[in-house]
Structures are given as C-alpha cells and as structure tokens.
C-alpha cells in the first residue's frame, strides 16, 4: 500500500472543481493511528464558487493538522528492532469532498492521508511529497556519529548514534551490515506502521554499519551508512530537530569554529575650526 503523505508545514491544497456547483465542503476527520476515526467531522469548511464562470474552491488543510501533531517526546530507541513511532507525532485524517448543487451536497470522494510536520521547498510549491513510494523519513546519505571506547550508549541518552523514521509494510527486511567486518543483523516487518528504527545495531558502534531496507521481493528499496568518528579533544554537540519530512533527526558537531574580525580606526575632528572670517562650500 501507498499512503498518501502531507507535510503540513507547506501549504496542503484540496481543490473542488465540478460542472455545474454552487459551492463546495471539505470534510476533515482527524484520529491518530490505531484509533477509530471520529463519526463526525473535527472540521468542516465551505465555500461558494467566486462566479459562475469561476468554479474553482481551494482549501488549505495544513494549519488544522499542525493542531494535532505534538513532538513533546524524543523517544531515542536504541535497541529495540521494529519499535514504534509514538502515535502523537503524526495524524492520520480522512477528507471528504463534497460538491453544493441545488441547495444539497453530494459527496465526491473520501481519501485517507498520513500527515507529518514536515515541509518542502518553496521551488516545490504546495503540495509536496517528496517522491518516495514507501518513505523513509530520512535522506539517503552518509551520517556520522559519535564513537568512543569510554563511551555508554546504553546507559547515556546523548552518545547514542540516534532513530530513523519509515513507514514499513508486512514483509520488509532492515539490515545493518557491520563496515569492518561484514557482519549482519535483520529483522522483518511484521505489521503494517509506522517505525521509528535505530540507526546502529548496539554490537556496532565501534566499527559502524550500512543500513539497508528491502521489499518483501527482497529489491533494494533504501540505504545509507553510519560512520563512526571519535573526537579527542573537543567537547561533542548533539543537535536533534524535527527535518524537512517531520521526524526527530540527530546529527554530531565536531571539533570547533573560531571567527575573528579584524579593525582599524581613524580619528575625525567633528568640530573643525574655519576661522571667524572662513568660507566653505554649501554645495560641495
């Protein structure tokens, strides 16, 4: 299954455009994964067409979301395979379309979305959905995170190496892969969510791994690797935002930054002396 995404920090237009309307009614039912969906609408918004050769209603849809996605919580996992994204950090929301003809409202359409904090460029204009069929709420790239024989990860919240978002079906395998080595550790998908994953199998942080998502039909389907980089002399920062695809991402600082700025000055007589009989220039 596709779900279909919204990044509600851009703009997530619902256009109602039919021959022949009045008007036209969005309907939104906001519940969060695992609940029933609500049996009347959390909000319902409506319009009149502008004019009769004008048919065209848009809605925007993402402030009404953005009420209901809370990131209050940093669940760090850091050994559990397959465990869940907490429920509060994205909704899921059921949108009715209807149109208005004679004084009644005919439903067109209902499509259940997956809403996230996330956003897009504004190149990417309204809309955004960042092109993954099965997304992975992280880049793929190479990472770094902080390794050090002193350290305790298991123990210390901050030296661990941090979690990846994805939406995950029956059947898909995660792999790490240890970088020296060539060691391996799986798991498979046992139920349809969305997960909140581990980026480096607790028996590789010395050495660091590849993780590697796979389809049931076992196609590559998304990758990336996490290197381990020990820092001797200079105090790390961990930094852990919401990203542009509305997930908890922890990224290291390493070494240090310094800037200097370098100054000269000039002295300026603002009370220059003319003389009583002096003459000067207004024009000048």
């Not at 619902?14 to 008007?23: M, V």
């Not at 402030?63 to 465990?83: A, C, R, W």
């Not at 909704?91 to 004679?102: A, E, H, I, N």
Request: charged residues 15%; proline residues 4%.
């Amino acid at each position: 299954m596709i779900i279909n995404r919204i990044f509600a920090r851009s703009p997530y237009i619902i256009e109602i455009n039919e021959i022949g309307q009045a008007g036209s009614k969005v309907e939104l039912y906001i519940y969060y994964n695992g609940t029933t969906p609500p049996s009347s609408p959390s909000y319902t918004l409506e319009k009149l067409i502008p004019a009769s050769n004008n048919t065209q209603t848009l809605y925007n849809i993402s402030p009404y979301l953005m009420e209901q996605i809370k990131h209050d919580v940093f669940n760090n996992n850091y050994s559990t395979d397959g465990g869940l994204l907490g429920f509060n950090q994205y909704v899921l929301v059921d949108v009715k379309r209807y149109k208005l003809v004679l004084n009644t409202y005919v439903l067109l359409d209902t499509i259940t979305y997956w809403a996230y904090d996330g956003f897009g460029y504004y190149s990417q204009g309204y809309n955004p959905s960042h092109g993954q069929a099965m997304p992975v709420h992280l880049d793929e790239m190479d990472y770094y995170f902080w390794s050090d024989a002193n350290n305790n990860p298991s123990l210390n919240q901050l030296e661990q190496a941090g979690t990846f978002t994805a939406y995950l079906e029956v059947g898909w395998t995660v792999k790490y892969t240890q970088l020296q080595t060539g060691l391996t550790h799986s798991y498979t998908i046992s139920a349809d969510n969305m997960y909140n994953l581990y980026r480096v199998y607790p028996n590789y942080y010395l050495t660091g791994n590849k993780v590697e998502i796979f389809t049931p039909t076992s196609v590559l389907s998304w990758t990336a690797t996490f290197n381990p980089m020990e820092e001797c002399r200079y105090d790390v920062q961990v930094v852990d935002f919401i990203n542009m695809y509305g997930a908890w991402q922890r990224e290291f600082f390493f070494k240090a930054s310094f800037e200097s700025l370098a100054t000269t000055t000039t002295e300026f007589n603002l009370m220059q002396t003319i003389g009583l009989f002096g003459s000067w220039d207004t024009k000048a």
